[in-house]
């Protein structure tokens, strides 16, 4: 049995592939800076009988034959060094995945926004369906999700794997697939006519079909999910399943019994009446949909959000601006920016979240900076009331969603 390890076993891309790996066959070991064995993931890794150690390379011995990582690792990390002192073979995140699937039919789900709960929207359509897929996704099914089991991926018998293909380090040029699902394109990691670029030579790795969406509405869905771009998600999914040619009436049943993606506009519950949300949304784009969606559904909303990391907030500076002036709810709503998430390392702190409240506010926009959980909390507590909805948005920082369960869970009541 081969042993693979992977480093930062607990990131977003990395916890699925060592997932797949150990319901694979392989002996598999980790480890991760954030390990903690009271969450969630790190529980539901090590129930697959999955050891995760230290990122000290203490981890990686003679025995560890091959060694993967993804492009968020510095070439200094200590597993990194290690692998090169023992000549471990060492594999991009985008290969291994590509070794798993093989030669077997490949439907790649790809695009700025959406390719998450796209991904696992088809997933459970084809399983529904009898068609036994694995499935490779970005976060958690919540039809699939157990206290055990986290169901972002799936582990099928047959040769079909679907999986949500990432963009961002182009790493999705990696794959030739069958077919091929673009949800959309806006700017996020690279400019325009680069992101159009990369697209088209995607599409012209694939073989068979290509659905770029938005695509127009052929026939009534019902989509259990908030917001028009939930609805734009269902019908890219729709439209490969019927050029397929699948039965259209199952996989409209399949579509409505569908009860989201986790992180993706997820209701955590209620705080003295008002609905808490939580979004994974990042990215302009993402943010805006987010907005709008829960103004739509419930009208006044107080949002907060953490940007990710220093480049992204600098790059997309300005469509962030953007994004929060035009989505802002006036109707008593407000928005709260966190502090940069941090998670070690090197880095170049090109801008800052005082920055990004400071344009907001020269908008006229009352955005504001909050340095805690602990004030963001207080401060929810002073504005929101019941019937209106409460808005966390953010990636990386594994708090966002334990604070949202923590708002639900300690509303403070006047």
Known sequence: MERIHFIGIGGVGMNGLAQLAAQSGFEVTGSDRAYSPDAEIFQGLENLGIIISD?????????????VFSTAIESNNPDLQQSRSLNIPLLHRSIFLKELVGDG???AVAGTAGKTTTTGL??????SLGKDPSVYNGASVLNWKTPSTPGNVRKGSSSLWIIEADESDKSFLAFHPTHTIITNIFKDHYELDELHALFDQFECQTSGITIRGPVAANIDLTVPMLGKHNHENARCAEALCA?????????RDAIAQFKGIERRLEIAGEAGGATV???????????????SAVAEAYGT?????RPHGFTPLFQGMDELVKAF?????KNGGSIMILPVY???????????????????NARDVPALLVPDYTILKTELEQRAKPGEAILGMGARDPELPLFAKRLVAEWKMP
């Open 342 to 360: 941090y998670a070690g390392g090197t880095v170049d702190r090109k801008t800052s979240s005082e920055e990004l409240v400071a344009r907001l």
């Open 277 to 291: 949300l939580d979004d994974y949304a990042h990215n302009p784009a993402k943010i805006e949909a987010s907005l």
């Open 301 to 305: 909303v107080h949002a907060f959000w």
């Open 55 to 67: 990122q000290d390379g203490s981890g990686i011995t003679e025995n560890t034959n091959a060694v």
């Open 122 to 127: 088809l997933g459970w359509i084809f399983e």
């Open 243 to 251: 050029k397929l040619g699948l039965d259209m009436g199952l996989v």
């Open 325 to 329: 002036s035009l989505h802002w709810n």
């Open 105 to 107: 039919e490949l439907i």
